[in-house]
């Protein structure tokens, strides 16, 4: 029996001066995260291995009482079913539907408070400003509350072990986000707790709340996925963005990715067998070390990511990857002007600032969709038990 410690993935060089939560005596591999199987309601996220393209087209029902709520008894209905404020997008997934028709309510005003009386715990071990502040944002627009956690603000610093804290904030929380610097630790808390933990990134693990907000921004900008070019590059090695986001792309059909790194931060085949188990029968995956014309000419989403220095052994060691790839104006001249360039944010230094006024751009529009689609995921969290029922 492997025992693991808080350590195991997180570099001395970047840990913060608190202590981690620690994580030792528990097996890691002994928790299987449900499949969401159509049913999102109540299920931690810890994995894209939860997730199937029929869930994330089969929340249709939600999608209906969402679009047929009444703001006048505060009540979910699934009477009735119809697409005038968010039409639906062309073969894309009910839960991007509850997300447009989210985006749509907060760019009038007129959200529904799906969260009235409900708490968010958000629980970041890890710097953050995009993924902490989205969720915040998410569940304060719909009307519920937020306590945020940090390891400097919590028992953290007196020793208690993560699952310990978790289950300590899900006595006051309804649902829970975690990000945390080790692998594994967001399947810990899922495992332990009763309430619901989103995975908001588990060191060089994943990034699933990512991976959704990914493809929903790709359904935004192209109207599809199946099909779809998509060009990774960067740090495929430590970045668990693109962990996620390859194997979701992959459940979809005809999905091309092309993956440009170099030899040392390619793609850690563990991701590359897990995307093989699940991936639709004509998937096709390219791998190179530079980011030549005839790849930037193919792409249709040209997905940038930064060297994750912090998960280096050492500061040296990243510090010759560190300009790998510049995307720069002359890049995007290289590239289709139905393309679109994404990027999880933050960048430092691999796309210039002159890149943003190209309306290929979309990574401000991707950042912005992250809240929508995070809003989408707490009200099916949080949902109540009735509404709960209506929607299984
Ligand atoms: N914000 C993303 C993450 O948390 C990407 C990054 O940090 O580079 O993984």
Redesign the pocket.
Known sequence: MDLIECTMDAPTHTRSPSRLPPVTRVQMDDYVPPKIACAWLGKPVVSVAQFDTASLECVATWSRALLSYSRATNKLTTTTYHHATAPLLPCCSELFAVSSFLKAAVEANTVPPLMRGKMLANVFYEA?T??MCSFAAAAQRLGGGVLPVSASSSSVKKGETLQDTMRCLECYADVLVLRHPVKGSAAIAAKYCENPVLNA?DGAGE?PT?ALLDCYTIFSELGHLSGVTITMVGDLKY???VHSLSRLAALYGGVKLQLVSPAALALPQYVLDQIEACKCADLEITISETLSDEILAATDILYV??I?KERFPSPEAAAPFLNAFIISPETLGKMKESARVMH???RVGEILEACDADPRAAYFRQMRNGMFVRMALLALATAEADTKSACM
């Open positions: 953050s995009r993924t990134g990034h990512q970045g668990r963005t990511t930064r994750q999880p944010l933050p």
